[in-house]
């Protein structure tokens, strides 16, 4: 009897338990606390960026920084088509529009000729997504958000590490934000941050964040805030994680590397580049992509009964039946449909052996080859 492997498990054997008993011996376990502090400059340091507010989650990130935007009913948000619904949830729960825009069709990143065609003189904001680990091509948005004026909120949820042209993701957007849920490459379990440069909207998200506390007086409210603050406990494993990011990048390479060494050569198959002119990927996920939605749910039904987890693409935004009936202008993404349907991801747990990622690789070639 084989074991079963699931797409992904966290590795939690560098100083996580050290910390977390330290949040236990001092009593720090709320949101008060040293971890946070240092978490948040870790990743502050990482991303060249001077603010960082770690928060509950990646998605109370991307809500909190489209709340601190101070966005209107009418303006509008341009989102690539394929990404977590977190994205346009959170422009929607701003009171705002999301627009979704097209995927360029190498890197699954946002496509900036559509983005382009898709600002209106009500959009406000752009959502660069880094997915599956490799970098969107931020020269081309930065041109487009200065020309326009929009702000650009960074999701560098996948991105820990990542760079584009030599500069980290992370460090693009008025606000950048991250998850560290915990199939991300630092994982603290649940929780998030905002990055940023800029001051005002720095204190905005903080302030957002802990239940809109007024300065002059405590328990006193002029606005409706939330509770999105992390704990101790979440920023003392998050530290830890963070401190073996370079570690986790290079191990994710390899494994790619033994993958792609399967997969190259199967016709049917498409799978990412491991470089390109701008980025390095750092294969948050390692994915394939198939001939037809027909093809991929018959090869996730087959790898299951080889014990070989898998999991699909993000489902296009635009076709989300949750969105239908809300008056958003819904047009057809052709190539964020076609990816998002014929994609899926396998296995990539920091603690797969070589031995394993062979195994892995060779059982889902021969799949691929008899589909
Ligand atoms: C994971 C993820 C998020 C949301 O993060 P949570 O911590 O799960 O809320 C947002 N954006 C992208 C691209 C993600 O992959």
């Avoid at 797409?7 to 054997?13: A, F, K, R, W, Y």
């Avoid at 709340?67 to 009171?95: M, W, Y």
């Avoid at 209106?120 to 959502?127: G, R, S, V």
């Amino acid at each position: 009897m084989s074991k079963f492997y699931p797409v992904n498990e966290p590795l939690l054997d560098g100083n996580e338990k050290k910390y977390l008993n330290e949040c236990i011996e001092t009593g720090w376990i709320s949101s008060e606390g040293p971890f946070v502090k240092k978490f948040e400059e870790g990743m502050a340091k990482l991303c060249q960026r001077e603010f960082a507010v770690a928060l509950s989650s990646g998605t109370s990130a991307l809500e909190l920084a489209f709340k601190a935007l101070d966005l209107k009913e009418d303006d509008e948000v341009i989102i690539p088509g394929l990404t977590i619904i977190s994205c346009s949830n959170a422009v929607i729960k701003a009171g705002a529009k999301p627009v979704f825009c097209d995927i360029d069709p190498v890197t699954y990143c946002i496509d900036p000729k559509d983005l382009e065609a898709k600002i209106t003189d009500k959009t406000k904001a752009i959502l660069p997504v880094h997915l599956y680990g490799l970098a969107c091509d931020m020269d081309p948005i930065l041109v487009i958000a200065k020309k326009h004026n929009l702000y650009i909120v960074e999701d560098a949820a996948e991105a820990h590490g990542l760079t584009y042209k030599g500069k980290p993701c992370g460090s693009f957007g008025d606000i950048s934000i991250f998850s560290f849920y915990a199939n991300k490459l630092v994982s603290c379990g649940e929780g998030g941050m905002a990055l940023t440069n800029n001051e005002v909207l720095f204190s905005k998200i903080k302030f957002l964040k802990d239940q809109a506390f007024e300065t002059q007086r405590r328990f006193l409210h002029n606005e409706i805030g939330h509770n999105m603050r992390m704990t101790n406990l979440q920023a003392a494993v998050g530290l830890a994680q963070l401190e073996r990011l370079e570690e986790f990048i290079e191990k994710k390479k390899k494994m790619a590397a033994i993958y792609d060494s399967y997969f190259k050569d199967i016709s049917h198959v498409t799978i990412a580049p491991s470089k390109n002119e701008y980025c390095e990927n750092i294969y948050w996920i390692y994915g394939l992509v198939l001939e037809s939605e027909e093809q991929c749910l018959l090869a996730q039904k087959k790898l299951k009964e080889a014990k070989i987890g898998s999991r699909p693409f993000f489902y296009p935004l635009n076709k989300q039946p949750v969105y239908e009936n809300m008056n958003l202008n819904l047009t057809n993404l052709p190539i964020t449909e076609k990816i998002a349907l014929n994609g899926f991801y396998i296995p990539g747990g920091l603690n797969l052996t070589e031995e394993e990622i062979h195994y892995i690789g060779k059982t889902v070639a021969s799949i691929l080859k008899d589909l």
